[in-house]
């Protein structure tokens, strides 16, 4: 069973994605002000990788920015790849 935790300390936090019991990937993030999150790391552990992990990792940031009404600055190099990719992100994008 796969499951995304967020960790939040209010200036910074990370999506951490468990498989069962193992943590699989974590993607973190830090604050803009009350509006905007810089995601700047995304890393799935190379026993999980093929999956899609790091994928479901950006969707669980994406419908965490949309619930909250802020944006999002993807300075890490996978997040970016998927935002370029994908119009229907073009919305939570800072």
């Known amino acids: 069973m796969v499951k995304i ?5 209010a200036q910074n ?26 995601i700047d790391h995304t890393n799935v552990g190379e026993a999980f990788g093929g999956k899609g992990y790091g994928k479901q990792l950006v969707k669980a ?3 965490y920015a949309r619930s909250c009404n802020i944006k999002i600055v993807p300075e890490c ?3 970016k790849a ?10 939570v994008k800072a």
């Open 13 to 38: 936090g990370q999506f951490v994605l468990y498989e069962d019991a193992a943590k699989a990937g974590e993607m973190t993030f830090y604050r803009n002000g009350d509006d905007t999150i810089t």
């Open 82 to 91: 998927v935002f370029d990719k994908d119009d229907t992100l073009q919305d």
């Open 61 to 63: 940031a994406i419908s």
């Open 5 to 9: 935790e967020l960790e939040d300390n």
């Open 77 to 79: 190099p996978f997040v």
